[in-house]
């Protein structure tokens, strides 16, 4: 019960640092580094949709189509993730806006954020969930058509990560790059 215990507040933790680092560097400054909440930034431009409606909405699709796709034993280690970051990204708006953190330089943002969400990112997966997403459709491609889950993501987040150059400048996919990179590390 201990260690459920302790991988339940190092999930929570994650999903909170990944959360912040959304709300804190990746919306304000157009930042797109993939996923369901990278194209959400995108569609915010294209149709003006609060990218957390996005989320919620595309995570809740994406669940169901899980659930059929790969059934409930595969899919129940991305639901608690997939709703939570939605609710993460909602509860930390607030706390971001009081903060109102402005840095000088962007690679110093594009550091901080790679950072923070390296750590949130490592705490999320070190306790075996995910927050959901494209996560899901890398399962559902490696299960289906038998596309290696690393090679799906990297085909799926290169698209998502190269529409936001498109339409942010790509000095941003430079950033995302960064990000990335301290993410992964």
Known sequence: KRRIFIRAILFLIGVFLVAVNYNMFLVPNNLVIGGVSGLAIVLKKLIYIEPVMFIYLINTLLLIISFFALGWKKTSKSVVGSLLFPLFVTL????????????????????????????????????GFTTGGTDIIGQILGDKKKVSFGTSILIINAIIVLSGGYFFGYEKVVYAIIILFLNST
């Not at 000088?104 to 954020?113: P, Y």
């Open 92 to 127: 930390t708006t607030p706390l971001v806006a009081k903060l109102n953190i402005n840095f000088e330089s962007d690679i110093i943002m594009v550091l901080i954020s790679g950072l923070m969400l390296g750590l949130g990112s490592g705490l999320i997966y070190k306790t």
